[in-house]
Every structure is written in C-alpha cells, then in structure tokens.
Nanobody, 124 residues
Framework: VQLQAYGGGLVQAGDSLRLSCAAS????????TAWFRQAPGKEREFVAA????????AFADSVKGRFAISRDNAKNTVYLQMNSLKPEDTALYYC??????????????????WGQGTQFTVSS
C-alpha cells in the first residue's frame, strides 16, 4: 500500500486542522494506521493510531482530548483531526500502516508503510 499525507500548513494556537492520509494499492480498512510526528531536533514520536478492523484507537498523552483519528473506508483515507493546537504540536507529521493485527501501536518499528510526511506549524 502507498500512503500520501497532506493537509499541513500554518495555523495559530487554538486553531483546528485536519490531516489526511490517502491510501492506494490496498484497502486501508485492513491496515492498522497511525500518525507519528517529528519536530526539529527531536525523535519521531507516536501521535495516534486506529486499528485496522474495527475502530479502536490510541493516543499519545500529549494529544489526548485534543486529537481524534478516524477512517473513511469509502475514500480509503485516515484522518487526524487536531483541535486546540499548541506551538509544541509543530512538526512534520507522517502516516504509517501495517497490514492486519499489530502488537504495539506506539512503536514506529511496527509499521511497514510510511507516507512522505506533511509539515504544519502552529504560531503562538
């Protein structure tokens, strides 16, 4: 499966933004899909994930209550809705996927397929 992330840009603190991860070459509903982010000078970190079958989700503590992850099977796309954005959310955001059931949603090594990343900046 190929993944393409888009939707980044420049927003202000407190704004909302939705990122999209469009899949091709496979049905995204069969894949566990996650969002990771990497800020300048920092390691890549887990943000959110959604299970392939069903709708179970997981979030990093830093985004719980502010971010939501969802999937539209008809559009073969996974979304990351981000609300109440903070400057510390500024990063390059990647979507990632792995076919079938996964053991750990939080580890980047879990995922076999990665999108190219989309950048957004939150200004204070």
């Amino acid at each position: 499966v190929q993944l393409q992330a888009y939707g980044g840009g420049l927003v202000q603190a407190g704004d909302s933004l939705r990122l999209s991860c469009a899949a091709s070459g496979g049905a995204i509903r069969n894949y566990a899909t996650a969002w990771f982010r990497q800020a300048p000078g920092k390691e890549r970190e887990f943000v959110a994930a959604i299970r392939g079958s069903g709708s179970a989700t997981a979030f990093a503590d830093s985004v719980k209550g502010r971010f939501a992850i969802s999937r539209d099977n008809a559009k073969n796309t996974v979304y990351l809705q981000m609300n109440s954005l903070k400057p510390e959310d500024t990063a390059l955001y990647y979507c990632a996927a792995r076919y079938g059931v996964i053991a750990s949603a939080l580890r980047s090594s879990t995922y076999d397929y990665w999108g190219q990343g989309t950048q957004f900046t939150v200004s204070s």
